[in-house]
Structure formats: C-alpha cells, structure tokens
C-alpha cells in the first residue's frame, strides 16, 4: 500500500492525491502537522526527509521525496495507458521534464507567496509576486499559442500529462497569495480544463469546474 | 498592505484581542503584526516572558498569555479575558487550530462563522451535500451575558468530524461572545450528551484584514489533537477563498444593505447587536 506523508493545506502534496486519483489508485495517508506544529521539520521526519519538505511518499520499501520526482514515479509504474508520462516519446519526456522544473519555480514564487500571506512566512512578498507574475505570463503565452495549434495541454500531446498535474496546484491557488489570474486567460481556461479531466478532485482553495455548457 | 485606518470603537480599544498563536512565536525573533491598525512588535524571550510594543510610539502594551494564546488591550482594558468553561476539563484537548490570515473584515470571518447555509456548497461531503441543504428554523437570543445565542441549530452532515464514519444531523450551539469572538458548541459524535467546543478568536488587523485564531476544546476520546486541528484546517481553507471575495470586505451593519434570508436569522441579530453597541471598525456603518 502507498503511503502519503501529507498537509491538506499543501499544494505540493495535492499533486500527489490528484495524480492518484487521476490513475486510480488506493493509497493511506500520515497526515503531518506542517502548521503550526511544524512537524516536517521534526526528528522522525527528517529521518524520512533530510530537506524537512513536503510530500513524502513511500511505496514498497521505496522512499521518496519532491513532489515532481514522485509524479515521475507514479505515472511510469501505475499507468498502463503510457500517456501522464510516455516512456517511449524522448521529445515528449524532454517537453515534460522542462516544465517540471518550471511547476518548481512556481513552488518558489506563487507558493511562497501564498505561505507569506496566509501563515506568515518572513519573505520578500513583492520579489515572489512578482516572480510568480512572470512565469504566469510565459505560460499564458504558451498555451494561448498551443490553443491556436489545437494544443489543449501544456505539452505537446493530446492528452494531458504529469507536466499540467505539476503546474496546476500552485496557479489554481495563486489568488491565495495576492496573486490574481484576470490578466491570464489562457491560463483560466486550461485550469478548467484540468477540472474536467476525469478524476479530479479538489482540496480546501481549489473549487470544481461548474456543469459544463455547450459553446 | 494593511490600511492604516484609525479605530474609535471604545469597546474594541479596551478590550482583549489575540494577536498571535503563543506556540508559533519564535524566540528571540521579534514577531510583527498588527491589531486595529495598529504595528506591534512581539518580543519573546527564552523565559517564555513576552514584550508588545507599538511601532509607532514604542509605547509598551498591556499584553497576558491565555488558552496558548498571546492576547493584547490598545487601551485600558474594562473586562477579562472571555472565561472558558470547557477548558478546565481535563478530558478534553485544548489546541490552537493554527492561525490564519484572511483578507477580509473580521466581522466578515464571524459571520460567516455563524452560517450553516453554505455547508453544502462550501463544505461538500463534510459539513454538507446537496439535495440537504435547507436550513431549519432556529432559535435567536441576546443572553442576559449580553451574547447572541443561536440554538436548536441542526444540519445533516456526511463526515462531520474526523472520527464520524458516516452521515447525521449534527446538533449545533453558536453564540458570539464579544464582537470579534464566536464560538461553536457541536455534539459530540461518541459522548453524545457532550459537545466539542470550537472559539474563534479573530484578531481585527485592520478593517478589511483580520487573523483567524481557531481554539479547539475536543473531547479526548478516540481522537489526537493533531487530528482535531488538521480537520480544521481543512475546512476552514475551504471558507478562505470565498471570505476573501465578499465584496464589500467590510460587514455592512444597514439592514438594507444585504438581504438576508430566513436561515440568516443570527446574523441579522449579530449586525444588529454590532450596531447597538457602537462597533463601526471592520463594520460600514448603518446611516441613520
């Protein structure tokens, strides 16, 4: 059985319920007092996580860390359709790689901006709005330019993959840390889009996609 | 940013607020907030003794620690603290929540507070679910204590509590004990003749931003503290969002201003006790 090391609160663990959730997979959860007990940064669980981050998933003697390296982990061993992380597309797997990094960027900005206003992190607010501005605007770009291509995705696929799981959270839950999205509205239109991928779910912030309408 | 805006209410000024979760102050660091627009600086020393100070005077602060909280009077305070029954039972767990700040009036976080009608929508699976969404008269007093009593609340809940392993009509009490504090009496799902006790303390930061800090008084029983708190978060993360797109961010004391319906019936008293006791800050006030 999966166990997650888990906060409700944290969009970094909400990747992970939702990538199982998505694949349909059963998993228990340890929930971790983050706030205010800060328990991530606790002796028992550094020993899972010298970083004192989270999420922390173990699997059949398998302990990992990152919430990005976990989503690698589930999509290629608990999806048999291949599409969250195809195995055999190199261009593909360099597409999604790429933006794993940027979804860690986001963590670094829309996150942590989010931390400062609802938790009281000690950082610089108008550095991490900022930030988080500027890689919503690329993203907004690039997918305003993939929705003239028919590209409904972040990657270049017809299908979405652990690239738009990874991404997702932290933009979905921007407004949280004085981040509006008016200004995005590709970005608006490919959250519903996530919304309406069979088995999604939300956590506490996050809303679902109203019924659908016919355009 | 908070607003700098001035406040006049006497009874605010000479009263206690919560200002910061005494767990979560950090040694040797002093802490900043602000209460009622005003900047205060934290100071706690290794001895566990704590100095408040305002940044603009550097005038020191009435400042006394209670319930694991830090509680500060901008002005001569006139009453104690609100006494806590529940929390001389020794059975029970008596926990910070965990603060949060919301962009929103204070008065805006208590009524919401007090609101059974947006469980189904807000709280879906937990609080509530459609189709169970009518809520059923209940009674509103103002208590010889001066408080607004809410009783005979009842809602069908499909996980009620971290422990309730399946749906039912949950029994609840509400009673708002001074203008930024409510509190939450709810049956409890194994000693059903005893209720878990949730006080809101809400720190008034300025008119239009406010800190939540959630105490829990749970029974003990079947349940660990980390557990009570989680569920808290959990849902009161799901209220955050919507509090902070109320608009207007200040709670308008005009009857007129709102419409409420008859599920709103505390709430029309709590606006109305608001006003009848001169408290404007947070609030737009009624015109005459």
Redesign the interface.
Known sequence: MITLYD???SGNCYKLRLMMSFLGIGYKTV?V?F???R?HKSEWFLKLNPLGQLPVLEDDGLLLRDAQAILVYLASKYDPSNRWYPRDNPALLGEISQWLAFADGITGTASAARLH????YELDIDAARVGAHRLFRILDEHLWFGEQEGRDWICSANHPTIADVACFPYVILS??G?IPRQDYPAIRRWCDRVKRIKGFIVM??V?PAGPAKAA | MPMATHCSDRVLLNDWHVVADGSALPANVPFSTCLLGVDLSISARNDGAIRIVRADTGARVNSVQRYGFLWACLGKPERDILYIPEADEPDRHLVSGGSIAVKVSGLRAVENFLDMGHFPFIHTGWLGEEPHTEVVPYKVEITNQDEVLATECKFYQPIASPTARKGMIVDYIYKVIRPYTVALYKSNPLQKDRLDVITLFVQPVDEENCVAHPYLCYLKDGMDAATVRSFMQLIFAQDKPILENQVPKRLPLDPRAETPIRADAVSVYYRRWLRDRAVTYGAIPAHA
């Open positions: 906060y409700e609160l929930p007092d706030y205010p007990g328990e206003d609802g938790l009281f407004e949280e004085g506490s912030g809303f």
